[in-house]
């Protein structure tokens, strides 16, 4: 069963590096394609505020971002937090960073079961703060600390990402599925909405204690001690049924009628329910990833809205920028087609969006 859980995360690990890496290379903007923004479940909860107050999206979210939701919301209502883990890139990418770490050391970090649940609490911290400050500030707040994002976009800017990768590497490294136990606000969300799963992992009496089932838990949970698994940390992982030498754990139905399922069962049938959901979209033509809300150059009011697909010429126009004196502060020949993207310019140039934001706000200043 797990090679099976870890090759379909790794095959959702390559589609999201896939659509990070065409929205760089084709570029974004109304005639590109979609950031990978655009391609994050979590983007639907970020957006929804808005949407609902004034039917507006937040800028790099799309009707994609409500399908993926809708398609996780409907997956862990079924079985609990089966997206977490058999489906979200960011959760395969962590499990196979600790199996690397397993190679050298399999001795895990010693952490009190008391200071694992209070630092848990921390995931409904990130869930409230960005849902609220991406509501107050009307765009993407948690998006320059994203780890989805820093990762899967394929275009790291400024020392700010280097930084988030790196530490998501690191504690990936030492503590097993440390961004999913401690701060991701998606997982928070769908431990709350496993509580109502229709089917739950069940404890019975022919449990023979070896704790087992606690030692093969990524995310830290007591499973012994439990009857029903409804901790909010868990991931739906499975590991813990697969590994029990008695069956003492199963995946059991809240309603009569319905049979018990095979740990693989639960986990495929939660992967086709997704991508059914996800299919139905496209094929019925409701599926958009294309952003509402993008601006052209003449519409932004801040040197950190300069997108990549804009013009570099139109960007300056926007703040009143003199073309060569730009050109100049960024040590480019005063040939450059004005018809050029500022992407075009990383690529041909070297310099990055961001030193090119940096370069509009500071000759703007003058």
């Not at 010429?313 to 060569?324: I, L, Q, R």
Request: proline share 5%; hydrophobic share 45%.
């Amino acid at each position: 069963m797990n090679k099976v859980r870890l090759a379909l995360q790794t095959g959702f690990m390559v589609l999201a590096a896939y659509l990070g890496y065409r929205h760089q290379v084709l570029g974004g903007g109304p005639a590109g394609v979609p950031p990978i923004d655009a391609y994050c479940p979590f983007g639907g909860l970020e957006t929804l505020p808005p949407y609902l107050t004034t039917g507006s999206f937040l800028q790099k979210t799309a009707p994609s971002n409500f399908w993926l939701l809708v398609a996780v919301g409907v997956t862990t209502l079924l079985g609990g937090a089966l997206f977490c883990g058999w489906i979200c890139p960011l959760g395969g990418l962590a499990d196979w960073l600790y199996k690397l770490r397993q190679t050298v050391s399999n001795r895990k970090v010693s952490i009190s079961p008391s200071v694992m649940r209070l630092l848990s609490y921390g995931r409904f911290a990130t869930l409230a703060g960005i849902v609220y400050f991406s509501w107050l500030l009307k765009k993407l707040w948690f998006e320059e600390f994203d780890p989805y994002k820093a990762i899967f976009h394929m275009n790291v800017e400024g020392a700010t990402g280097w930084l988030i990768i790196g530490s998501f590497v690191a504690a990936s490294l030492v503590v097993e599925r440390a961004w999913c136990r401690f701060l991701c606000p998606l997982g928070a969300f769908n431990g709350v909405l496993s509580r109502f799963a229709l089917f739950d992992i069940e404890r019975d009496s022919s449990c023979i204690h070896c704790h087992r089932c606690d030692r093969t838990c990524p995310t830290g949970i007591t499973v012994s001690e439990a009857q029903r698994l409804q901790d909010s940390r868990c991931v739906k992982c499975m590991q813990c049924v697969e590994t029990c030498p008695v069956s003492a754990l199963s995946v059991k139905a809240k309603v009569g009628g319905l049979p018990n399922l095979k740990p693989l069962v639960a986990g495929v049938l939660g992967v086709v329910l997704f991508l059914g959901i996800i299919g139905a979209a496209q094929v019925s033509g409701q599926w958009n990833a294309k952003s509402p809300s993008y601006r052209v150059a003449a519409q932004i009011t801040d040197p950190s809205e300069i997108k990549g697909w804009m013009k570099w010429s139109e960007a300056a126009a926007a703040f009143g920028v003199d073309e060569k004196q730009l050109l100049a502060e960024l040590g480019l020949p005063e040939q450059v087609d004005p018809n050029r993207t500022v992407k075009d310019i990383r690529g041909e140039f070297g310099i990055s969006e961001e030193k090119f934001r940096q370069a509009v706000a500071k000759l703007r200043r003058k």
